[in-house]
């Protein structure tokens, strides 16, 4: 028997034990044969796991199309100034309440195709929606001047002048669109509007006589609000000093005493229409300097008369006409008239009182107010 490696003599447990290592050698080579491709293909099936990209995401849920606001477009892509479907437009997005896109849509269309309908109406109604009091503001007093008797159109600014502060402008168009009310449910907002703009131009007791107004000649139900507020004032007596004096049967035409304080008892007379659809008395720029009214510089606020808009300085001063009395009257001093044109008495004067105007001659009796608590 040949000996096994370095062995120089037999040696048959050695060579068996030889065998046994060459054998076990011989097994590895066959298994790293056999696994070391799969190994290598797993590692590198592995590796690519990690570092293939993600999934995309899924593709964004889009919103379903509105079939209403795409029927309408699409006519409007032939006719952009079909005036029905411009409307039609308008109005459905406004009963969606989708605020920006009618906002969007009616400047839009304006812009493209001038006023269509009530267009600057849903625009202005839109903006409220919004608190987009700048755009109101300024859309509403183009409506004013378009229709200067449309109640609506007067609270509407006037809710856009109380949110910059401007209070004195805001009450002047609250007692506009009073004046021009028709009834308690027409001047309801203007009337539930007085209280913020009312305290802030210190004018508390011009609140306290919208809200008398509101509930006496209007008829309409006082909020708690304006029921709390005038009780205050009444136990308080802060309006009882502005409340009217004495009886009067006014005309057409009225000659009144113009005073710039508060006796009332000197002063300059003059001749005032009478219309009391007019929210604020305007006095003239030649009558208050004739009465000695140092007007103050002040904003300037607007009323109307007869489907006119008349501009001017804002006034506190006291009127006789006859025996009636009434101090603390709001005023417009203005160069929107004649020289020789006293003025226009309004309803900032008239509410001092109580007051009916006769059906038969348009004649209007005033008497001392009620003072009780509405």
């Given amino acids: 028997m040949r000996g096994c490696g370095a062995h120089g003599i037999a040696q048959p447990g050695l060579c068996i034990n030889c065998a046994s290592l ?42 379903p199309a509105d079939p209403v606001e795409g029927f309408q477009r ?3 892509a032939t006719d952009p100034c079909d005036a029905e479907t411009s409307m039609a437009l308008v109005d459905h997005l406004v009963e969606e309440q989708r605020w920006p896109a009618a906002t969007a849509f009616a400047k839009a269309s304006i812009t493209r195709c001038g006023v269509i309908g009530r267009m600057k109406w849903r625009l202005a109604y839109a903006d409220q929606q919004l608190h987009d009091y700048t755009d109101t503001e300024r859309v509403t007093g183009e409506l004013i001047a378009e229709e200067p008797g449309d109640s609506d159109f007067w609270w509407w600014r006037g ?22 009310a028709s009834g308690a449910q027409a001047g309801q907002f ?67 005493t113009l005073a710039a304080g508060a006796a009332g008892d000197a002063g300059a007379p003059g001749t005032l229409d009478v219309d009391e659809r007019l929210g604020t008395t305007l006095i003239s720029r030649l009558f208050a300097a004739k ?18 808009v008349y501009a001017g300085t804002p006034a ?48 209007i009796t005033l008497a001392p107010p009620d003072s009780k608590p509405i």
């Fill in 22 to 63: 060459v054998a076990a050698r011989r097994a590895r080579v066959r298994k790293v044969l056999v696994l070391g491709p799969l190994v290598l293909l797993t590692g590198g099936g592995a590796a690519f796991l990690l570092t293939r990209p993600a999934p995309p995401p899924p593709p964004p849920v889009v919103e």
């Fill in 74 to 76: 699409a006519r409007l």
């Fill in 159 to 180: 809710e856009a002048l109380a949110y910059h502060g401007k209070a004195d402008e805001a009450l002047a168009d609250y007692r506009q669109s009073l004046a021009l």
């Fill in 190 to 256: 203007a009337a539930n509007r007085f209280a913020l703009p009312a305290q802030a131009a210190r004018a508390t007791c011009e609140a306290d006589r919208a809200w008398r107004y509101y509930a006496t000649v209007l008829r309409g139900e006082p909020s708690q609000e304006m029921r709390d507020e005038v009780a205050a004032n009444a136990r308080a007596r802060t309006c009882a000093a502005e409340r009217g004096t004495g009886r009067e049967t006014l005309a057409a035409h009225v000659t009144v």
């Fill in 291 to 308: 009465a000695g009214l140092l007007v103050p510089d002040g904003p300037l606020c607007q009323a109307t008369s007869r489907g006119k």
């Fill in 316 to 363: 506190r001063v006291t009127l006789r006409i006859g025996t009636a009395l009434a101090r603390g009257v709001d005023v417009l001093v203005t160069d929107d008239m004649p020289g020789d044109a006293g003025g226009i008495l309004g309803l900032s004067f008239l509410w001092h009182f109580g007051f009916a105007a006769s059906g038969a001659t348009g004649a």
